[in-house]
């Protein structure tokens, strides 16, 4: 079946330091590929996204590369900010045997960055 | 101001009783979808709806229901609300369905069933 896996959290930086968050999926088909922001109290928001294999989604100074070979799609960041400190779920978009598009969400990693 | 809203934000209620919460787009998304977020299990879509008067279960459809009169509007009703309904429920929709759309979530309605 379909199903994304993400790194537990909580993950703690310094301000500045390089973030990785992993994230891997296995999926039937060619799905997009999603990474997807929470910060406190709010919905979630999208960061970026990837549509096919090769493909780098990036947005405020996050990036991640769609590897089919690999089945991952891994966040980072070159130098991280406290304002950064939020929840990131990575997710799928696959397309149904019923026919219709659905999102598979990972379960969330906790970012905590430090001044 | 392009949103999704969603009411009430903080709802503690007892064991039985009927409640709705509600979730409206402004911006003429024919795609919405009700989602559940629960430690250790992330989001799990509940019900989803393509367009008016078409609704699915998705994967935890359990003690809830849904309807979609309007295009604007999708509320969630639990008829016999149980303390496993206690959760953070997270209403979204997007434009329509494909493997290029964003979904925009409103800001999440915490429920505690006790």
């Known amino acids: 079946g379909n199903s994304v896996t993400q790194m537990e959290g909580p993950v703690t930086l310094s301000e500045e330091a390089f973030l990785t968050i992993n994230c891997t999926y296995t999926?039937?088909?060619?799905?997009?590929l999603f990474w997807y922001v929470q910060y406190p109290g709010e919905g979630l928001q999208l960061l970026l996204k990837a549509t096919k294999a090769d493909d780098k989604g990036s947005n405020k100074g996050f990036e991640a590369t769609y590897r089919k070979e690999t089945t991952s799609f891994h966040l980072e960041k070159g130098s991280v900010q406290v304002s950064d400190s939020a929840v990131y779920f990575c997710a799928l978009l696959v397309f149904t045997t019923s026919g219709t598009y659905k999102y598979i969400f990972g379960t969330g990693t906790r970012l905590k960055v430090l001044a | 101001e392009a949103q999704v809203t969603q009411n009430p934000r903080y709802l503690i209620t007892v064991t039985g009783k009927k409640l709705t919460v509600t979730c409206s787009q402004n911006m003429n998304h024919e795609y919405m979808s009700w989602y559940r977020q629960d430690p250790g299990l992330g989001l799990r879509q509940i019900y989803y709806?393509?367009?008016?008067?078409?609704?699915d279960k998705g994967d935890v459809p359990e003690g809830y229901k849904v309807s979609r009169k309007e295009k604007r509007n999708f509320p969630l009703i639990l008829e016999s609300p149980s303390p496993n309904q206690t959760s953070l429920y997270f209403c979204?929709?997007?434009?329509?369905?494909?493997?290029?759309?964003?979904?925009?979530f409103g800001p999440g309605t915490r429920l505690t069933v006790t």
């Open positions: 999926a039937t088909g060619y799905p997009s």
């Open positions: 979204a929709s997007s434009l329509s369905w494909g493997p290029l759309e964003e979904q925009y």
């Open positions: 709806s393509m367009n008016v008067e078409v609704t």
